[in-house]
């Protein structure tokens, strides 16, 4: 894969990505989707945390286009289906639990 260097940009570790998909995935029924890439639009500062410390970073949709929800961040129109909170709490702290188990 190719990415492009003029602007920071988020570089997840790979086993910790694997690692953390998984458990969601176990725990969750395969919830978590895999995406490649370089999103170009956002960058934000944990990429500065990533430089001094592996980590994973995931983007947790909110848009429900059945009841007309497209969440787009920073605009003026933006909102997001509350159920979509609630799975990105269910999932990230299920996948804290877990890691704090493993280590």
């Known amino acids: 894969m190719v990415y492009l260097k003029e602007n920071e940009t988020v570089l997840n570790d790979t086993k910790l990505t694997d690692k953390a998909i998984k458990i969601i995935n176990t725990i969750y029924n395969n919830r978590v989707l895999k995406a490649h890439g370089q999103i170009s ?32 961040n920073h605009a003026p129109n933006f909102r997001v289906d509350e159920e979509s909170v609630k799975i990105g709490v269910a999932s990230f702290s299920s996948l804290i639990i877990e890691r704090t188990n493993i280590e």
């Not at 970073?57 to 009841?67: C, V």
């Open 41 to 72: 639009y956002f960058n934000d500062d944990f990429i500065y945390f990533q430089q001094k410390v592996t980590g994973v970073y995931f983007l947790l949709g909110g848009s429900n286009l059945k009841d007309g929800i497209i969440a787009m």
